[in-house]
Structures are given as structure tokens and as C-alpha cells.
Nanobody
């Protein structure tokens, strides 16, 4: 069985920083793209950032220059460094990964989410 487990969420004041982690475990052969999404109350889940297995990154316009996505392939872990956090960044943050299992089929998995709350 494969699991994605997020950590690092919490309460922070506006202008502060947080670092989210998402570790994949289980019968994994390789991981392709890893992503961070977020969902604010009453809103749709939005893509925040993506990173390929080669390290190519993309960001939503709303977080460019403030958030940095990175990964440690040896640890099957993706990170989201968030700086200069704003109240509108408050949301549940989910990681997502396209990974190939030992059966050589590719599947998409989601983590359970971690709450990020930014206060004024």
C-alpha cells in the first residue's frame, strides 16, 4: 500500500514562514510529478506548485516569489517552503504524486492534507 503523509502545517502570523513536507511510502518503484494543492473554505482545490522528477518547477501566479517547491528523491519527499505568508494563503494544503508502483503501473495518490492558518 502507498501513503502520502503531510506535515508542517500550523498557525503563523502574516509575513511569517512555514515549511510543509510530504513523504511517500510503500511499494514505490519511482515517482514522477509531485504537486501541492490547497483548498480554502468554500472554495475549489487549486494547484499551487509542481515539480518533476528532474526538478523542473511551476507555480501559481499567486505564490510566485514567495513559495518554493523542492524534493528529495532519495527520501520520496516533496517540500513546500512558504515565506511572506498572507491571510489569503490560509487553506488545507494537500500533496499529490504520480508514482509508479512495483507493478510498473502509474497511479495518482493524495495526502490527507495539513492545515495552514495565517493570522493578522
Amino acid at each position: 500500500q502507498v501513503q502520502l503523509v503531510e506535515s508542517g502545517g500550523g498557525l503563523v502570523q502574516a509575513g511569517g514562514s512555514l515549511r510543509l513536507s510530504c513523504a511517500a511510502s510503500g511499494s514505490i518503484f519511482s515517482i514522477n510529478i509531485m504537486r501541492w494543492y490547497r483548498q480554502a473554505p468554500g472554495k475549489e482545490r487549486d494547484l499551487v506548485a509542481t515539480i518533476s522528477s528532474a526538478g523542473d518547477t511551476n507555480y501559481a501566479d499567486s505564490v510566485k516569489g514567495r513559495f518554493t517547491i523542492s524534493r528529495d528523491n532519495a527520501k520520496n519527499t516533496v517540500y513546500l517552503q512558504m515565506t511572506n505568508l498572507q491571510i489569503e494563503d490560509t487553506a488545507v494544503y494537500y500533496c499529490n504524486a504520480d508514482l509508479m508502483k512495483q507493478d510498473r503501473y502509474t497511479y495518482r495518490y493524495w495526502g490527507q492534507g495539513t492545515q495552514v492558518t495565517v493570522s493578522s
